[in-house]
């Protein structure tokens, strides 16, 4: 039973309407009251069997003003408690009889042309160093031990060189690739400054974040004077794609894509890979899911995952969130929260919550019928409720 002394925690987090909890009960706080566990410290890294678990974790750890801008989103949260929940809209229609013993070895992916250990990696999220002090460091050193892919935001808590310099070298390729997120909402020669000295220590592409125009709109981290990754309205257009083409020859990946039309243009302006995101619901309030926008474009312009690889994270929680974006034709999934609550336990917590999705997405897997990751049938899935509300471009209706 849950300690009368513990709900009032968890309540704060609902919202004034109505309780809707941050966490499923996975039993953890059953297990912990049962174990003589004290509030407000962390229970032991073995006792983490889910990724929501670590939310949990990080509260007992953490600061308030820490732990609010980890977790904080825009306005009254729609779209975070959106993020976390809209996969109820899609059922599987698990396809039993299917022989699944092999599916282990189709985890296996790359992303532009690189090779990673499965399709999944950790998202930018800027200062890393609330979690652990040895910040982001714990990622990059996660990443390489577990073969996926780490994208460091611009703001880290770590300087670019000092990332790159817990590189592994013997990652499956080789020297340990890196993906660096730029902003261009500041000074446009502090991101040339960035590019400059990522290139120099060796990133492979650029993440170049498009959903932050200006400030937006945070009220339990502005609780705190939490600033957000942008302060002030700027202009970012396709001008700066064209200058940031200008100043690197790396490709670039558009992260925040929100609409067919975007995802279109994109591919227009000659883009390698676009990322859907809406920012784990920190930038607009009712900004869409990856669930639902990777359906928009699936719908209006199926092409365009064959066209670009197609990442995407907000709110991914479980490996069958994982297999959802999969199934419509995403090639990546990145996590930012959880991996910044698994950093509380340092690169042990990181590397755990790494293996649990990894090992999520391959059950679940076998569970569905699914034989191969790359080949997901769409009969595995029942996406009628996302086609009420998808919207449809003029010429696709
Ligand atoms: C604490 C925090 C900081 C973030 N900082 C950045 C950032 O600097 N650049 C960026 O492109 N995205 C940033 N993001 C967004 C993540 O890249 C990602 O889109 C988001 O966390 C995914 O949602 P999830 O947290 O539900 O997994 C941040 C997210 C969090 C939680
Ligand atoms: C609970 O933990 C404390 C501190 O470790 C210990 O002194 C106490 O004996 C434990 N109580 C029970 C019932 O296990
Ligand atoms: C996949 O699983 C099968 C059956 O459990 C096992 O024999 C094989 O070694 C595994 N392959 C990989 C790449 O893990
Ligand atoms: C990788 O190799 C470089 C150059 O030899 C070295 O400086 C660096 O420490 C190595 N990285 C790790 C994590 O061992
Ligand atoms: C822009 O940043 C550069 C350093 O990167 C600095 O020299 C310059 O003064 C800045 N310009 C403005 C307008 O702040
Ligand atoms: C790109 O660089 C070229 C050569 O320096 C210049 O002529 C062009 O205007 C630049 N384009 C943009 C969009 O900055």
Do not use: C
């Amino acid at each position: 039973m849950r300690s009368a002394g513990f709900l009032p925690a968890l309540v704060g987090l609902a919202t004034a309407a109505d309780v809707w909890v941050n966490e499923v009960d996975t039993g953890l706080e059953t297990f912990l009251y049962g174990a003589n566990w004290t509030e407000g410290t962390q229970p032991a890294l073995k006792d983490m069997r889910a990724i929501s678990d670590f939310d949990f974790a990080a509260r007992q750890k953490l600061g308030d003003f820490e732990y609010g801008f980890y977790r904080v989103a825009a306005g009254g949260e729609w779209s975070y408690r959106n993020n976390l929940e809209v996969w109820s809209k899609v059922k599987f229609r698990p396809q039993h009889l299917t022989d699944v013993t092999k599916v282990n070895e189709t985890l296996k992916t790359t992303i532009l042309g690189y090779e990673f250990s499965a399709p999944v990696f950790i998202a930018p999220a800027a200062r890393g160093g609330y979690g652990d002090e040895r910040g982001e460091l714990n990622f990059v050193e996660a990443a390489a031990a577990e073969n996926i892919l780490y994208s460091p935001s611009i703001y880290a808590t770590k300087t670019i060189e000092e990332i790159a310099s817990v590189k592994a070298n013997n990652t499956l390729n080789g020297p340990q690739v890196i993906f660096q997120q730029i902003y261009t909402n500041t000074n446009l020669s502090v991101t040339w400054d960035v590019i400059e000295r990522a290139e120099r220590t060796g990133a492979k592409a650029f993440i170049w974040t498009v959903d932050a125009p200006a400030s937006s709109t945070r009220h339990r981290a502005a609780r705190y004077d939490t600033t957000n990754s942008n302060s002030a309205t700027s202009a970012i257009d396709w001008s700066i794609y064209d200058q940031i083409k200008n100043h690197t020859k790396l490709p670039i990946i558009l992260k925040g894509i929100t609409s067919v039309e975007l995802a279109l243009k994109a591919v227009e302006k000659g883009a390698k890979a676009i990322y859907i995101s809406n920012h784990g619901g920190r930038q607009v309030e009712y900004s869409p899911s990856p669930l639902e926008i990777a359906y928009e474009i699936h719908r209006n312009a199926p092409e365009v995952f064959q066209k670009v690889e197609v990442l995407a994270d907000s709110g991914v929680r479980y490996g069958t969130d994982v297999l959802k974006l999969l199934s419509l034709g995403v090639r990546a999934v990145g996590m930012g929260r959880p991996f910044m609550y698994a950093n509380t336990y340092g690169v042990e917590g990181v590397t755990k919550a790494i293996q649990m999705i990894k090992s999520e997405v391959l059950n679940d897997a076998a569970q569905i019928g699914i034989s191969d990751l790359h080949n997901i049938p769409k009969n595995i899935a029942n996406y009628r409720q996302l086609e009420d509300e998808v919207y449809l471009l003029p010429e696709s209706k």
